[in-house]
């Protein structure tokens, strides 16, 4: 199976199938003990998060919620790179993790378009190896100021909060995916081991998790945004510090694109009231059960 896996001969669903088969052709074990595994209360509360991240990003609810969280905690970088982290650690509570950062990332890029120009995130995109064969890369945006090394500055600066933005996604991703059962399959996985081997012991179910790990959550994602906004000087602890006109006139301008995506939304629809019920549905049983 693990070459299969490797070398995609067969169909990753058809390779992982292959127990059903060989184990009792092979006598290991009868099918009455290897069906079972496949259909185990954790398998199917993992799926229905997949199914549930689907859904939400079906009917941009993740963007809904992200613009207007970014929104209310303003423009300047470490405050974005604030919203976005809470945001992603949010969703990561209840969705996988690569659901998340995946849902996440292309309104981290859209900012940096706006705050930095296309042409600014392409170029560091294929720095960072995303190269894109036959195509060629706009001319670089030049700041418009007069000193060569205040130029030089700004630059480094941009560079240091594109990393910060993208850096700052799937830490907090990680992060929020610690806080519940259904954050990360590793926690699914550990619940049913537990059940597994110690049948009658009760004692972790989602609530008790919750209780234990939201607290260190929220711990962990204020000490990394401080990490990350003060070691790429997106937040500076010298008050006198004189911010650049570009970088105002940069600021302001992704405020009006926020809004103005958060508008191209148009009215709530009712599709995004079913998809919102149902999370809630979801998040009200198994804090029950």
């Not at 699914?188 to 790990?213: E, H, K, M, T, Y």
Request: hydrophobic share 50%.
């Amino acid at each position: 199976m693990a070459l299969y896996w490797c070398t995609e001969a067969l169909p990753l669903a058809v390779t992982a199938m292959l127990p059903i088969v060989l184990f009792p052709f092979l006598g290991i074990l009868p099918s009455s003990k290897v069906c079972p595994q496949y259909f185990l209360d954790t398998n199917f509360l993992f799926l229905s998060g997949l199914l549930m991240a689907a859904a939400i990003e079906e009917w941009n609810l993740h963007r809904r919620i992200a613009l207007k969280v970014l929104m209310l905690v303003g423009v300047q970088p470490a405050r974005l790179i604030l919203g976005m982290m809470i945001t992603t650690a949010f969703l990561s509570m209840w969705l996988s993790n690569t659901a998340s950062t995946a849902m996440m990332l292309p309104i981290a890029n859209a900012i940096l378009k706006s705050l930095y120009g296309e042409s600014f995130c392409r170029e560091n995109t294929i720095k960072s190896g995303d190269n894109i064969p036959g195509k060629e890369l706009p001319e670089k945006v030049e700041i418009p100021t007069d000193n060569h090394s205040d130029m030089e500055k700004e630059r480094e600066y941009q560079n240091r909060i594109w990393k910060a933005f993208l850096i700052s996604i799937p830490y907090s991703a990680s992060i929020g995916g610690t806080a519940t059962l259904t954050g990360t399959a590793p926690n699914l996985i550990l619940l049913g081991q537990l059940r597994s081997i110690f049948p009658g012991c009760d004692v972790i179910n989602f609530g008790s998790w919750f209780i234990f790990a939201f607290p260190l959550m929220i711990l962990f994602l204020i000490l990394s945004w401080l990490w990350i906004s003060i070691s790429h000087g997106a937040f500076s602890l010298r008050k006198s510090e004189k911010k650049p006109e570009i970088r105002s006139d940069a600021e302001a301008k992704a405020k009006e694109v926020i809004r103005e995506d958060y508008r191209k939304l148009g009215p709530v629809m009712n599709a995004v009231y079913l998809v919102f019920d149902c999370f809630f549905l979801i998040v009200t049983q198994l804090c029950i059960f």
